[in-house]
C-alpha cells in the first residue's frame, strides 16, 4: 500500500466559500481519485485525477464546481467553490496501486470532514 | 437496478460466529471485485480483493466470487467486536469502464459480546 495524507482533516466554513483539499501520498502514482461520501451514504466518485491532463468528471459533477489540480505523480487537490451546506460530506482521495495478480487497487487517504453553515 | 446491492443491514452476530456479507453486481463483464471496512468516521481500509471465480482466503475472511450468478461475498470467521463496521462491496467494471469502482450502500456488521 501507500501512506496518504490529507489536509484539511476537517473543516467548517460559511456558505459562499470555497475550499481546497490536498492530497499527499508518498510514491508516484498515476491514477488518483476523488469521492464523496456524504452522511450515512456510501462513496461516489467525482472524478479522476489524471497527471498533465484534465480531470474527467463524473456524472452530476462539474470541473466549475469541483476543480481539480494534479501537477504531479505524487499530489493533488480538489476544490469546492461556492459551497451551500448540501456540500456537507467527507471528501476522500485515493490512488490506484498495482495489487496482487492482475488486480490494481485503490486505497484511500484518511478523508476531509467539510460542515458548511 | 443498482449497479452494486448489498443489504443495509445491520447484521449482528454474536462474537465466534460467522459472519457471511452478501453482494450483487448488474454489469456482467465486471472484472474485479473489492471488500473495504469501514469504522465509524474513518476512511475505507482494503479487506480483500478476487477476480476468479471460487474462494479467496485470508487469515479469517475469506472471499467468494460467482460470476454466473454476479455474486460475491465475504465470511468472516470467528468474528470479534472489534470486526463491527461497515463492509463496502466494490466493483471495477469491464476494460471498457476505466479504473473508476462502483461501490455499494455497505453492509452494517455488529459483533455482540
Known amino acids: 500500500s501507500a501512506v496518504i495524507s490529507q489536509k484539511p482533516s476537517r473543516d467548517i466554513c460559511q456558505r459562499g466559500t470555497s475550499l481546497t483539499i490536498q492530497c499527499q501520498v508518498d510514491s508516484q502514482v498515476t491514477m488518483m481519485f476523488w469521492y464523496r461520501q456524504q452522511p450515512g451514504q456510501s462513496l461516489t466518485l467525482i472524478a479522476t485525477a489524471n497527471q498533465g491532463s484534465e480531470a474527467t468528471y463524473e456524472s452530476g459533477f462539474v470541473i466549475d464546481k469541483f476543480p481539480i489540480s494534479r501537477p504531479n505523480l505524487t499530489f493533488s487537490t480538489l476544490t469546492v467553490s461556492n459551497m451551500s451546506p448540501e456540500d456537507s460530506s467527507i471528501y476522500l482521495c485515493?490512488?490506484?496501486?498495482?495489487?496482487?495478480?492482475?488486480?490494481?487497487?485503490?486505497?484511500f487517504g484518511p478523508g476531509t470532514r467539510l460542515t458548511v453553515l | 437496478q443498482k449497479e452494486v446491492e448489498q443489504n443495509s443491514g445491520p447484521l449482528s452476530v454474536p462474537e465466534g460466529a460467522i459472519a457471511s456479507l452478501n453482494c450483487t453486481y448488474s454489469?456482467?463483464?465486471?472484472?474485479?471485485f473489492f471488500w473495504y471496512r469501514q469504522y465509524s468516521g474513518k476512511s475505507p481500509e482494503l479487506i480483500m480483493s478476487?477476480?476468479?471465480?471460487g474462494d479467496k482466503e485470508d487469515g479469517r475472511f475469506t472471499a467468494q466470487l460467482n460470476k454466473a450468478s454476479q455474486y460475491v461475498s465475504l465470511l468472516i470467521r470467528d468474528s470479534q467486536p472489534s470486526d463491527s463496521a461497515t463492509y463496502l462491496c466494490a466493483v471495477k467494471p469491464p476494460r471498457r469502464g476505466g479504473n473508476k469502482l462502483t461501490f455499494g450502500t455497505g453492509t452494517q456488521l455488529k459483533v455482540e459480546l
Open positions: 478476487i477476480y476468479s471465480n
Open positions: 485515493s490512488v490506484e496501486l498495482p495489487g496482487q495478480g492482475s488486480t490494481d487497487t485503490q486505497y
Open positions: 454489469d456482467r463483464g465486471s472484472q474485479s
